[in-house]
């Protein structure tokens, strides 16, 4: 296996590609439609004429239906608030990022479609990770991000360098090792997160916005109604990470 690691949600349109199986994220997205609707609105309702042209970007796109799911919400959004201000169309650029391993070809076909169906919108892919820099400094005016932000830069260090995993097989090992494996997570997290905005603040225009939702919890205790899923998710995780070899 290459020392990059090159995961990557399932491409294509067969029975396990994300396309076909990301009904849950979808449902997620859409929580956001009120959110991006709002970030649009405070947006375009600065001054008597609008901008001529607006940048917006779906962060952590994946492929199939749900890449262009936020992008869509945030055209329909600039539309309605330009006819709500009797003004003439914003132009729009769409981009939508992902990581390199990513189904671009099939997002590509997607923002053609999308494209020929949108006047005065230009697509593109922006192919990279978000934790490192993708737009030029002040150019995006809204950048958004589903289900994708509690994806680590790398596992935590530390944890690597004791070769300790996120999930031990062994529930004993497991429960003493709570805490390390928890607090080694939560501060990785920290540190991404805190470079994402850092480097948001770099990218987005003045006044630009991010609206971004992830999954998350406030305890530490998993909820129990999902204790028994999730359980049997990490087991069988676990046991193919046990499994991978990095030269
Ligand atoms: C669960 S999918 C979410 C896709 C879509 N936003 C949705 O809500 O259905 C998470 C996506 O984030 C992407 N991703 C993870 N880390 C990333 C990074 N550092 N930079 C860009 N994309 C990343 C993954 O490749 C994956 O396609």
Same mark, same amino acid.
């Given at each position: 296996?290459?020392?990059? *690691?090159?995961?990557? %949600?399932?491409?294509?349109?067969?029975?396990?590609?994300?396309?076909? =199986?990301?009904?849950?994220?979808?449902?997620?997205? =859409?929580? %956001?439609?009120?959110?991006?609707?709002?970030?649009?609105?405070?947006?375009?309702?600065?001054?008597? +004429? !609008?901008?001529?042209? %607006?940048?917006?970007?779906?962060?952590?796109?994946?492929?199939?239906?749900?890449?262009?799911?936020?992008?869509?919400?945030?055209?329909?959004?600039?539309? +309605?608030?330009?006819?709500?201000?009797? *003004?003439?169309?914003?132009?729009?650029?769409?981009?939508? =990022?992902?990581?390199?391993?990513?189904?671009? =070809?099939?997002?590509?076909?997607?923002?053609?479609?999308?494209? *020929?169906?949108?006047?005065?919108?230009?697509?593109?892919?922006?192919?990279?990770?978000?934790?490192?820099?993708?737009?030029? +400094?002040?150019?995006?005016?809204?950048?958004?991000?589903?289900?994708? !932000?509690?994806?680590?830069?790398?596992?935590?260090?530390?944890?690597?360098?004791?070769?300790?995993?996120?999930? #031990?097989?062994?529930?004993?090992? /497991?429960?003493?090792?709570?805490?390390?494996?928890?607090?080694?997570?939560?501060? *990785?997290? /920290?540190?991404?997160?805190?470079?994402?905005?850092?480097?948001?603040?770099?990218?987005?225009?003045?006044?630009?916005?991010?609206?971004?939702?992830?999954?998350? /919890?406030?305890?530490?205790?998993?909820?129990?109604?999902?204790?028994?899923?999730?359980? +049997?998710?990490?087991?069988?995780?676990?046991?193919?990470?046990?499994?991978?070899?990095? #030269?």
């Amino acid at each position: 296996m290459a020392s990059e *690691q090159t995961v990557h %949600m399932n491409g294509g349109q067969g029975d396990t590609s994300y396309a076909r =199986n990301s009904s849950l994220q979808n449902a997620e997205q =859409n929580k %956001m439609r009120p959110l991006i609707e709002e970030a649009i609105a405070d947006l375009l309702s600065t001054g008597a +004429s !609008l901008p001529r042209s %607006m940048v917006v970007a779906d962060l952590g796109c994946s492929s199939g239906p749900n890449a262009l799911t936020l992008v869509s919400i945030c055209v329909d959004a600039i539309r +309605s608030q330009c006819l709500r201000s009797r *003004q003439p169309p914003v132009e729009v650029c769409i981009f939508l =990022n992902d990581l390199p391993d990513n189904d671009f =070809n099939m997002v590509v076909k997607s923002l053609v479609a999308f494209q *020929q169906s949108h006047r005065s919108v230009v697509t593109g892919v922006m192919p990279g990770s978000f934790y490192g820099r993708l737009f030029t +400094s002040g150019s995006l005016h809204l950048a958004c991000s589903a289900n994708s !932000l509690h994806w680590l830069s790398e596992a935590p260090e530390e944890l690597r360098r004791n070769k300790i995993p996120a999930y #031990d097989i062994d529930e004993h090992v /497991r429960r003493e090792r709570r805490r390390v494996v928890i607090g080694a997570y939560a501060r *990785q997290f /920290r540190k991404d997160f805190t470079l994402f905005l850092e480097l948001g603040a770099i990218e987005l225009a003045a006044g630009g916005r991010l609206v971004a939702s992830l999954a998350g /919890r406030r305890s530490e205790e998993p909820a129990a109604e999902f204790t028994h899923a999730w359980e +049997s998710v990490a087991l069988v995780l676990s046991e193919m990470a046990s499994k991978v070899r990095y #030269d």
